[in-house]
């Protein structure tokens, strides 16, 4: 499987990954108290110079980003049908400067060092018995290691598609990425399973 992080030495990759983490649920919990476009606007200026200075080249920078962005279009879209142009134009900022920093974060931050401060987040609640915080840890560190893999089976698909000149639609897309998916979920439990990362609970 490929990472989304991305070796450097800039100043984010240089910030510890609770720090990163913490500044970005702080950013997202200010985001939705304000629907000042002025301040959004900003904010989207500040997370995108935040994110192309973590040393990708403009290219790979930029296709990263397309289907980010296109996942916030449709939304805003969505929104402009039912709300007026302004709710639309707020939540389109909002989801900008969330995901530009969001992206910045994932590309400047390991997984184990992600999987280490979910659990660590984690461990107050496993105390009350709430749940296993090594468990969430790991889930956690398997999203955010299979976003590449399921982009790059999209890409496969689209162009398997393009080049038996069958016209892509969503349908025929996405139910083979699910079942490669899931497969590919099932054999990561098993594999997880057998070499006793969780333990059973009876």
Do not use: C
Not at 25 to 35: E, P, W, Y
Not at 127 to 145: T, W
Not at 152 to 166: Q, T, V, W
Request: proline share 4%; charged share 15%; aromatic share 6%.
């Amino acid at each position: 499987m490929k990472s989304l992080f991305v070796e450097g030495n800039s100043g984010m990759h240089r910030v510890s990954a609770r720090a990163k983490l913490l500044v970005l649920a702080a950013l997202g919990v200010m985001l939705f108290l304000t629907a000042n476009l002025m301040l959004l606007a900003l904010a989207v200026l500040a997370a995108a110079a935040v994110y192309f200075s973590i040393g990708l080249p403009p290219r790979s920078a930029l296709a990263r980003l397309k289907p980010i962005f296109l996942t916030i279009l449709i939304v805003a879209l969505f929104s402009l049908a039912f709300n007026p142009w302004h709710v639309a134009i707020v939540a389109l900022l909002r989801l900008t400067a969330l995901m530009l920093f969001a992206t910045a974060v994932t590309a400047t931050t390991t997984i184990a060092q992600f999987i280490d401060e979910i659990t660590l987040l984690a461990r107050p609640l496993e105390r009350l018995g709430l749940l296993r915080a090594d468990d969430v840890g790991l889930a956690v560190g398997l999203v955010v290691r299979f976003v590449p893999e399921i982009l790059d089976r999209y890409r496969a698909i689209r162009e398997a598609h393009a080049a038996r000149g069958i016209k892509v639609r969503p349908t025929t897309v996405l139910v083979p990425l699910i079942i490669l998916t899931l497969r590919d979920a099932d054999n990561i439990a098993a594999a997880i399973d057998a070499r006793g990362v969780r333990r059973h609970v009876n």
